[in-house]
């Protein structure tokens, strides 16, 4: 196995990492300036930024009650056998901590 190549990903997957949390760092600040500019679209020369709303579901005990089952009946399957799997190679990296 390369090394090289290995501390290479590993570099580049802790910057992504620390990238991503300083971007969303940003975001609640950014969405606060946009709605008191009243901005639904912001374009720059990089790019552009669109504030939109997304819907986020509250459902009814019926509902969560009926997802609690599937969930049971999934485990089931998977216990005795019914439930086919399938393997598929993947590659993970956990941050060292401190």
Known sequence: MDDVKLKEYMKLKIKIKSLEDEAKGLVPEIIDSMQADDLDKIN???GSLSLSDRKVYTFSEKVTDAEKNIKSLKSEEIAD?????????????TIKKG
Request: hydrophobic share 45%; aromatic share 6%; glycine share 6%.
């Open 44 to 46: 720059s020369t990089m």
């Open 81 to 93: 056998g019914t439930a086919t799997a399938e393997s598929i190679p993947m590659l993970k990296f």
